[in-house]
């Protein structure tokens, strides 16, 4: 997942050595060059070889350069996002606990401001548990992590959860899941699904409304469809909103809250358990859907441990 600075050395070590050779072929080329003998003529199309390799390596520089530049401007707004997110709540809780220990309130406003330094709270755990999210990435499950997941209830606890963090009524969420199981980490499962619901409720319409569909397809494969009612994304940014630290439109501008890493850790975890994952837009109304196929077991023959689990 880190990048490495091996191919950048080696790809200027290459350069270099070609460039050189470039030179001592061209004084001895030229020493050549009275005779015109077939050294010349080979000494001459080495020379061109190596010339189009030196090209080459700097086309590949620029473009390493490129996605290096992006990749610092993303960790910028990361920086700031970051930053916004932990002194947003750390101030509210300061000011509310000033408040209580300075001044008298009544019960009522002290409930208030309880529930109020609850939710800044909920913020900073949420913050916290996507950044550790994000740290687990690299770390491969082992076979001991592995159990039979059902996907119905996991689908049914992410959206429960996401809709109680919210403080948002039951009809916000339609949920249509088929009884699936699949063999993997229930934690990468939960990681995927929460994800994307939270962003299904974070960028909805007003009031937000968030559909659920889960169902086989084929012998071995599942395909989830969440689907929101927001503004939705255009088509040329459907493939950039999974890069690491990407958020659309200025950090210092945005009314939602985030980190860029949401996404990210969806399509690795997604590609890691062997699915696949798209954006599509919702034809003839405003929102966004994401499908996310997944290999699951057979449901002719489920294991017993899946019994257990559900």
């Not at 200027?12 to 072929?25: D, K, R």
Request: aromatic share 6%.
């Amino acid at each position: 997942m880190r990048t490495s600075l091996g191919w950048p050395i080696t790809l200027g070590v290459v350069m270099i050595v070609l460039v050189m050779a470039l030179i001592v072929g061209w004084v001895a080329l030229t020493a050549a060059q009275a005779d015109r003998s077939a050294l010349y003529w080979v000494m001459l199309a080495v020379g061109t070889v190596f010339l189009v390799l030196v090209l080459v390596g700097v086309v590949l520089y620029l473009l390493i350069s490129i996605k290096e530049i992006r990749l610092n401007q993303r960790q910028s707004n990361f920086i700031d996002s970051v930053t916004h997110e932990l002194k947003s709540p750390i101030a509210s809780l300061k000011l509310y606990l000033q408040t209580l220990s300075r001044r008298s309130v009544t019960d009522a406003q002290r409930g208030d401001f309880y529930r109020f330094m609850l939710s800044d709270l909920e913020r900073l755990d949420s913050l916290i548990n996507h950044m550790l999210d994000a740290a687990q990435l690299d770390r491969q499950p082992v076979e001991g992590d592995v159990s039979d997941v059902p996907l119905a209830a996991v689908l049914q606890s992410c959206a429960e959860t996401a809709r109680l963090r919210y403080h948002l009524p039951p009809e916000t969420l339609r949920i249509d899941v088929s009884p699936v199981t699949l063999r993997a980490r229930q934690i990468d499962i939960e990681m995927v699904f929460r994800n994307l619901i939270d962003n299904a409720i974070k960028y909805g319409g007003s009031p937000p409304l968030v559909e659920i569909e889960s169902h086989p397809r084929g012998t071995d494969r599942v395909l989830t469809r969440i689907a929101d009612n927001g503004a939705g994304i255009p088509p040329k940014l459907r493939r950039k909103i999974f890069g690491r630290f990407v958020r659309l439109g200025n950090e210092l501008e945005r009314a939602k809250t985030g980190t860029g890493l949401g996404l990210f850790i969806v399509r690795t975890l997604v590609r890691r358990l062997h699915g696949s994952i798209a954006v599509h837009g919702r034809p003839g109304q405003s929102g966004t859907v994401f499908e996310v196929e997944l290999p699951c077991l057979p449901r002719a023959q489920p294991r017993e441990s899946s019994s257990a689990t559900t």
